[in-house]
Each structure stands twice: as structure tokens, then as C-alpha cells.
Nanobody, 120 residues
Framework: QVQLQESGPGLVKPSQTLSLTCRVS??????????WSWIRQPPGKGLEWIGY???????YYSPSLKSRTSISKDTSKNQFTLQLGSVTPEDSAVYYCARRGSSSWAYDYWGQGTQVAVSA
């Protein structure tokens, strides 16, 4: 059973960088068939896809967030990290990490989500 667990600060000040980590257990992020992704849900809004990383090191980001986003992975710790720079209160959301197979548009495993507030 694959499990994903997000961790990081629950409060970030405006203009700072938000950094979240997703630890994966029960499966390896070095498996080439998966997209290891970050997704968020602002209060009262729908899910917003942020980006993904793959075993190859390839990354792809939402065009609307690309200039401020970086996703990296640490295979020795079996985890991947989201960094979102120059945050504003509009970046306040529940942030999820999730896994999607390369042959599917559906995410088969999700973390429980972590609430992040951007406030002075």
C-alpha cells in the first residue's frame, strides 16, 4: 500500500517561499511509470494542479505558477519537495501530494493534505 504524507509549515509570510515535502512509503519514487504531483485547493475553490516530477528528473509546471515553482526529489529519502516563491495570500490553500500512473489521468494515491496560510 503506497502512502504519501505532506509536511511543512502551516504559516508563511507574504513574499517568502513556501516549502513542502511529500514522503512516500510503500513504493519507490524511482519507479518510472509515475507522475509525482502537487495539487492545491484554495478555500471555497476547486482543485488546482501545480506540477509534477518523474523518476527521469523531468518536471512540468502549471503555466500560471511556472515562474514561481520548483519541484525536486530526493531518492535517498524517497520524497519530493515543492517550493513556491513570492507567495501572496492567494496562495493560501490545502496542499496535496499525489501519484498518477503514466497510462491514466486519475490519481491513485493522495496524501491527507496540509493547510498552508499566507499571512503577515
Amino acid at each position: 500500500q503506497v502512502q504519501l504524507q505532506e509536511s511543512g509549515p502551516g504559516l508563511v509570510k507574504p513574499s517568502q517561499t513556501l516549502s513542502l515535502t511529500c514522503r512516500v512509503s510503500g513504493g519507490s519514487i524511482t519507479t518510472n511509470d509515475y507522475y509525482w504531483s502537487w495539487i492545491r485547493q484554495p478555500p471555497g475553490k476547486g482543485l488546482e494542479w501545480i506540477g509534477y516530477t518523474r523518476q527521469s528528473g523531468n518536471t512540468y509546471y502549471s503555466p500560471s505558477l511556472k515562474s514561481r515553482t520548483s519541484i525536486s526529489k530526493d531518492t535517498s529519502k524517497n520524497q519530493f519537495t515543492l517550493q513556491l516563491g513570492s507567495v501572496t495570500p492567494e496562495d493560501s490553500a490545502v496542499y496535496y501530494c499525489a501519484r498518477r500512473g503514466s497510462s491514466s489521468w486519475a490519481y491513485d494515491y493522495w496524501g491527507q493534505g496540509t493547510q498552508v496560510a499566507v499571512s503577515a
